[in-house]
């Protein structure tokens, strides 16, 4: 209960940090947390993608509970780096646009993938995630407080996700399981809206 707790309160007070940072002009380290913060919040196809790593690490439980999420964070920030030294990388935003298409069938097919796959998968597309937040951090941003803003808030996004498998699966093991499959199945949908350019 008290970790539940601190968690909340943990929440509450990171969501906080963007709008400080909006309501006061600010350069720095608190002008970073903000704008990194705010970034994944703001483009559907990161919140997508975000959330389907938690439900597919929920998907398949055990070690890929913390694994996934863990790896996603870990190489998105690797990503980030790139895209704040100005190091070109090809096709991120079809990469991004392909994450949520991916991520989201394969969480409504439900494919038992092992862990170390399911990592890899999850990895590949962070980095194209990771990049399209560190090319487009503001100039008067502080390097490091912009990239625990976006990691900050992608874990977030993680364990939103995480939270909704579990939230899905209270409600029965069929009923559960449909809903989750439909839940990879509208990312999915709106995955390819966002590659076509209709969202």
Same mark, same amino acid.
């Given at each position: 209960m008290r970790q539940s707790i601190k968690r909340v309160l943990l929440a509450v007070a990171?969501?906080?940090?963007?709008?400080?940072a909006y309501a006061h002009p600010a350069i720095g380290e608190a002008a970073g947390l903000g704008h990194g913060f705010a970034h994944p919040m703001t483009g559907l196809d990161h919140i997508l993608a975000m959330v389907m790593v938690g439900v597919l690490a929920f998907q398949l439980g055990g070690r890929a509970t913390w694994l996934l999420p863990t790896t996603f964070v870990l190489v998105m920030a690797a990503g @980030?780096?790139?895209?704040?030294?100005?190091?070109?990388?090809? *096709?991120?935003?079809?990469?991004?646009?392909?994450? +949520?298409? +991916?991520l989201g069938a394969v969480v409504a097919l439900n494919?038992?993938?092992? +862990?170390? !796959?399911?990592?890899a998968i999850v990895g590949f597309f962070a980095i194209?995630?990771?990049?399209?937040? @560190?090319?487009?951090m503001p100039e008067n941003a502080a390097g490091l407080?912009?990239?625990i803003? *976006?990691?900050?808030?992608?874990?977030m996004l993680h364990v939103a996700g995480l939270a909704l498998g579990f939230a899905i699966g209270r409600g029965g093991e069929r009923s559960? *399981?449909?809903?989750t499959r439909l839940a990879g199945g509208i990312a999915t949908i709106?995955? +390819?809206?966002?590659? !076509?350019?209709?969202?």
């Open positions: 990171a969501a906080a940090v963007p709008a400080a @980030g780096m790139l895209g704040m030294a100005g190091i070109n990388l090809p *096709f991120v935003e079809l990469g991004i646009a392909l994450s +949520v298409v +991916v494919i038992k993938a092992p +862990v170390a !796959a399911a990592m194209f995630h990771g990049h399209a937040h @560190g090319s487009e407080a912009y990239a803003g *976006f990691m900050t808030a992608t874990a559960g *399981f449909l809903a709106a995955g +390819v809206g966002i590659l !076509a350019g209709l969202i």
